[in-house]
């Protein structure tokens, strides 16, 4: 394809085929995605029918370099431009111009014309024929006109101006041009490029045999060695490293991972060696899901560019018309040798190229700079709802907070030791599988409540070390109790209490949960738990029969990025709220901590979309986030659903921008990369009509002549083409 209107064709085409629901033809990737009913037609025949249009078609996956003419490189190349401005040296010099001169020229442009022009010729001709008309029409007919009546005078011995070197050089400079501009489109596809080439050559496995990444199969386990590529996406089973995540998140900053760690196939392990079992492999991976959305992606059109491609179907039969009236009218106002250069500078200087790359060639290089953030953008019509977007609004569980459970204050009585409460409380949920229990096992574990050292506690007397627990009983509903037996620690006093005793064996009936299972609560204790009540803070109480020693406070904790996120947003004049489905107290206290503007609690999905709803018919623009199963309503209602990419693959495909990581500060990376692209996309097609509108009548009444006419074609394309990959440079808040 080498304009819009071919790539509109194509897609007209196989629109009209029986069998095609749909068809979108991407011209700046060199890309069709059609939808069929395989029991009317098969591929081969979808392949056929492009082929009977005159281009050719192959099967696969996202392919972003067309395949380059051989006149359009190389050393082909570089004869043709070196004839065509020696046929032009010669013509323009007077001095040069020997009895003759000619029949040199003529020579000297006759492989130009003949031979390189063929990459015109062949397609253009093709075209008409077919009853529709391209760019490459248009250069042909413009360049054999020039070409065959300079021929005509100068064989015929008439009298009259010649064109040759007008003719060289319009194939030359358009040759030149399409050569630039096969490049730059590749450069703007090289970020996606890049995602495509990511996956593993091979693949190494304990036995030390190597397979290619084909056969792995999900529970196989593979060897990561320092500096390869991760295989599959996985766990971390034997070995600890820092893997660079960096081509498929965005995130700059290497992650530690150690055994039971998930790992993203493409991602770079660092320096140490990692035994890995396989989870997603192929088409299920990551990586694959990633480069299928932006596939997809790149086959999508958005309504600006619809406009684009019904101006461009009409443009071209339109500049003939133009071309044949300029003709006419000079040759009866001057005569046949001065009709001939305005109207080859009008059928060159209006080649449709820059209105047909205005919108692909920015999408793919927004497209590929958001891909190696981790921002996938499923389609230009993204790029139209993002502009006006004045309220952004977000699931709290899983997008604002970390999405679980986390111990995060241990309030204790006078004379217990906060560490010891937690490692006994832990030794009793260890035996239980609540959520609530998991958690506070995990900080046990880990040591990570502020206040309380736990590393400790952890390390030596949890689990099933100095702690035993007997007469474990569960309490459906209210917690957890048994005899917790401690030997040859710090383990209590008599009474049992943590941290309170000498070096000795003791056993004490420990209850682990809610404060209706103590007689007693002490008042310091109710006054500690009404505050962290207050702020939405689950409780859980530790002690014996008679009385409480203290309780640990759990919360989904918010993450690091979130505040900064809602911070960027407000400075962008766009209004925050939250919408959750938990509790007031919880909700609002998670809206304090990030400043959101409003916060919406004790929501269902059917809610969620009503707030959403109430919204919209206020006059507001809104652009929902949502990593969960319970989102994907409200993401399909907003006008731009933005899903966390760690969430549920529903929430994925009912958004229009999908993030791969969970930091919130992408979300706001891809509004604004999405605003950016789709002014990059304006600004194109205000250059792209302005230069056609503006050079058409300049070189109807023949101000501009069709050697300057095929440089300006040239360089509006490279422009556009340039504009468009300015935005590789677009810098996200995380770098």
Same mark, same amino acid.
């Given at each position: 394809m080498t304009c819009g209107a071919c790539a509109s064709r194509i897609e007209s085409e196989l629109h009209a085929t029986e069998g095609v629901s749909a068809a979108h033809v991407n011209f700046a990737a060199n890309r069709a995605s059609v939808t069929y009913d395989p029991d009317l037609l098969s591929e081969r025949d979808l392949l056929n029918r492009i082929d009977g249009l005159g281009y050719r078609a192959l099967p696969g996956e996202l392919h972003l370099d067309g395949e380059e003419p051989r006149w359009t490189s190389g050393k082909a190349l570089v004869i043709t431009l070196a004839l065509a401005a020696a046929s032009m040296v010669i013509s323009s010099i007077a001095a040069l111009r020997f009895a003759g001169w000619e029949w040199l020229v003529l020579g000297l442009t006759m492989p130009v014309v003949l031979i390189s022009g063929m990459v015109f010729h062949g397609p253009g001709w093709r075209a008409v024929r077919r009853g529709h008309a391209t760019m490459d029409t248009l250069v042909s007919l413009g360049s054999l006109v020039a070409w065959g009546w300079s021929a005509v005078v100068t064989i015929g011995g008439l009298d009259g101006h010649i064109y040759f070197d007008t003719a060289a050089v319009i194939v030359a400079v358009v040759l030149l041009g399409r050569h630039l501009e096969t490049r730059a489109r590749r450069r703007a596809g090289d970020a996606i490029g890049a995602l495509v080439g990511l996956g593993a050559g091979s693949v190494r496995l304990p036995d030390g045999s190597d397979?290619?990444?084909?056969?792995?199969?999900?529970?196989?386990?593979?060897?990561? #060695?320092?500096?390869? =590529? %991760?295989? !599959?996406?996985? /766990?971390?089973?034997?070995?600890?490293? &820092? +893997?660079? @995540?960096?081509? *498929?998140?965005?995130?700059?900053?290497?992650?530690?991972?150690?055994?039971?760690?998930?790992?993203?196939?493409?991602?770079?392990?660092?320096?140490?060696?990692?035994?890995?079992?396989?989870?997603?492999?192929?088409?299920?991976?990551?990586?694959?899901?990633?480069?299928?959305?932006?596939?997809?992606?790149?086959?999508?059109?958005?309504?600006?560019? #619809?406009?684009?491609? =019904? %101006?461009? !179907?009409?443009? /071209?039969?339109?500049?003939?018309?133009? &071309? +044949?009236? @300029?003709?006419? *009218?000079?040759?009866?106002?001057?005569?046949?040798?001065?009709?001939?250069?305005?109207?080859?500078?009008v059928l060159i200087v209006a080649c449709p190229c820059a209105l047909g790359l205005a919108t692909p060639a920015a999408f793919m290089a927004g497209s590929g700079r958001g891909a190696r953030m981790g921002v996938i953008i499923r389609g230009p019509d993204a790029l139209e709802a993002a502009r006006r977007v004045d309220v952004v609004a977000l699931d709290k569980t899983g997008t604002v907070t970390e999405g679980h459970l986390e111990v995060v204050a241990v309030e204790v009585v006078d004379g217990t030791d906060a560490d010891s409460l937690l490692a006994s409380a832990a030794a009793l949920e260890a035996r239980s599988e609540h959520p609530v229990a998991a958690a506070?096992?995990?900080?046990?574990?880990?040591?990570?409540?502020?206040?309380?050292?736990?590393?400790?506690?952890?390390?030596?007397?949890?689990?099933?070390?100095?702690?035993?627990?007997?007469?474990?009983?569960?309490?459906?509903?209210?917690?957890?109790?048994?005899?917790?037996?401690?030997?040859?620690?710090?383990?209590?006093?008599?009474?049992?209490?943590?941290?309170?005793?000498?070096?000795?064996?003791?056993?004490?009936?420990?209850?682990?949960?809610?404060?209706?299972?103590?007689?007693?609560?002490?008042?310091?204790?109710?006054?500690?738990?009404?505050?962290?009540?207050?702020?939405?803070?689950?409780?859980?109480?530790?002690?014996?029969?008679?009385?409480?020693?203290?309780?640990?406070?759990?919360?989904?904790?918010?993450?690091?990025?979130?505040?900064?996120?809602?911070?960027?947003?407000?400075r962008a004049g766009i209004e925050v709220v939250i919408l959750s489905g938990d509790n007031s107290a919880a909700a609002e206290q998670v809206g304090r901590q990030v400043e959101a503007d409003r916060v919406f609690a004790g929501l269902t999905p059917a809610g969620k979309v009503t707030e959403i709803e109430r919204l919209q018919a206020a006059g507001r623009r809104v652009a929902m986030v949502g990593d969960g199963v319970n989102d994907a309503p409200a993401l399909a209602a907003a006008e731009v659903g933005v899903a966390i990419g760690t969430g549920a693959d529903v929430a994925a495909e009912a958004s229009d921008l999908t993030l791969v990581g969970d930091d919130l500060r992408l979300a706001v990376d891809a509004l604004s990369l999405a605003r950016r692209t789709l002014g990059t996309i304006r600004g194109n097609l205000f250059w792209a009509f302005v230069y056609n509108t503006a050079a058409i009548p300049l070189a109807a009444v023949g101000l501009l002549r069709p050697e300057i006419a095929a440089a300006a074609m040239g360089l509006s394309s490279l422009f556009v083409l340039g504009n468009s990959l300015r935005l590789n440079r677009f810098a996200p808040l995380r770098a």
């Open positions: 397979i290619p990444p084909s056969q792995l199969a999900v529970g196989m386990t593979f060897l990561v #060695r320092p500096g390869e =590529r %991760i295989a !599959a996406d996985g /766990v971390v089973t034997e070995g600890h490293s &820092a +893997v660079d @995540t960096s081509i *498929v998140t965005g995130e700059p900053v290497p992650a530690e991972v150690a055994p039971g760690d998930e790992v993203t196939g493409g991602t770079l392990n660092t320096y140490g060696s990692l035994v890995v079992e396989a989870r997603r492999v192929g088409a299920d991976g990551t990586l694959a899901q990633v480069v299928r959305l932006v596939s997809e992606a790149l086959s999508r059109k958005a309504p600006i560019q #619809r406009l684009a491609d =019904r %101006i461009s !179907a009409v443009f /071209v039969p339109a500049v003939v018309v133009v &071309a +044949v009236t @300029t003709l006419v *009218v000079w040759l009866v106002l001057e005569s046949a040798s001065a009709a001939i250069s305005p109207a080859v500078a506070i096992v995990r900080a046990a574990r880990s040591g990570s409540v502020d206040g309380v050292d736990g590393a400790e506690s952890a390390s030596t007397n949890f689990p099933d070390g100095e702690l035993a627990v007997a007469d474990f009983r569960n309490l459906p509903g209210f917690g957890v109790e048994g005899r917790l037996v401690r030997a040859g620690a710090v383990a209590g006093s008599a009474s049992g209490r943590p941290g309170s005793g000498t070096a000795r064996t003791d056993e004490a009936t420990i209850i682990v949960g809610r404060a209706e299972l103590f007689e007693r609560v002490p008042a310091a204790l109710e006054d500690a738990a009404a505050d962290h009540a207050a702020a939405g803070r689950t409780l859980v109480f530790v002690g014996g029969n008679e009385s409480a020693w203290g309780f640990l406070a759990l919360a989904d904790r918010v993450k690091p990025s979130s505040a900064a996120a809602v911070a960027d947003w407000k």
